[in-house]
């Protein structure tokens, strides 16, 4: 008698494999000194708790197949990325184009001290999930049609392998949005340092996993 076994998921011929990796935790924003800009957005270093969180990244990542690693135009994704690029002796590439979603009035840090005061917009942009609530952000059709040509582009450019890609929560959370058609903010939960992962081939996005943190839990990290 034929017998029909479960099989492993396989990516499908010519797919690519894209581990979305939220940088580390950045510095505190302090009113009277804020970030400065690079690329019109809040360019912060990593704090010690997200150097700590490169450094699990890079331990968890090490072992596993990555042809590519990618950063963005911003340092905190350039720091993450560093200790596992130093394992693997790769050279990352810079995806500017996966540069954090555009807060307009609110970059240099503003956007954290708003949505810690509860301010009427900052409920407004949660209630609507959209970014382009805040005065001067980024339009949200603008945000979503860079972040779907960067991922395709990397796609295009690296058929059957497997990319470590650092970027950020709100690119994460819109790449999650244009694979699974959910609301706009179904997916802003990506934990600094964070695993997310997603196959992209033949007009096809697959999700694989979202905010995977188990490297980040000391328990486990010793196991």
Known sequence: MTAYRQHRFAPPPGATELLLIRHGESQPYHPDRPFPLTDGRADPELAPEGVAQAEAVAQRLADQRIDAIYVTSLRRTVQTAAPL????????????????????????GLYRKKVAENDPVARRMLAEERWDVIPGAEPGEEFAARVSDAMQR?????????????????????AFVLASGSRGFAFVAAANGSISELVLGDDKWIIRRFNDTAHLDPAVSRR
């Open 85 to 108: 690029a130093g394992r693997l002796g790769l050279v990352p590439n810079v995806e500017r184009q996966l540069r954090e979603v555009g807060l307009g009035d609110w970059e240099g």
């Open 154 to 174: 990397l796609a295009a450019a690296h058929p059957d392998q497997r990319l470590a890609v650092f970027t950020h929560g709100g690119v994460i959370g819109q």
